[in-house]
């Protein structure tokens, strides 16, 4: 599976953001895709995962009801929806993908900027 990111960019926090991640490939009936992030001196942490099909979701508890992942099946694209936006979401966010047998993301988008101003 390959991956791009889009959609990030400059916004005041309490606003919201949709981030757009177009995937490519042979066949998605076992592929998870995922959200993460990294912000500047932390560690990359998980955001949340979408299975392809069905698109069941996954979040990380300190993301859950605040982003909304969802996927459009025909563009082959999934979405992270962040409302509510703090200063401290500031960060890149990357798309991953794996299959659905194994635990390690190996395919990776290159990362969209997030910048949230207070």
């Known amino acids: 599976v390959q991956l791009q990111a889009s959609g990030g960019g400059l916004v005041q926090a309490g606003g919201s953001l949709r981030l757009s991640c177009a995937a490519s490939?042979?066949?998605?009936?076992?592929?998870?895709l995922a959200w993460f992030r990294q912000a500047p001196g932390k560690e990359r942490e998980f955001v949340g995962s979408i299975r392809w099909n069905p698109a069941l979701t996954k979040y990380a508890d300190s993301f859950e009801g605040r982003f909304t992942i969802s996927r459009d099946y025909a563009k082959k694209t999934i979405y992270l929806q962040m409302n509510s936006l703090r200063p401290d979401d500031t960060a890149v966010y990357y798309c991953?993908?794996?299959?659905?047998?194994?635990?390690?993301?190996?395919?990776w988008g290159q990362g969209t900027l997030v910048t949230v101003s207070s």
């Open positions: 490939g042979r066949t998605f009936s076992n592929v998870i």
């Open positions: 991953a993908g794996r299959i659905l047998a194994s635990d390690t993301y190996t395919s």
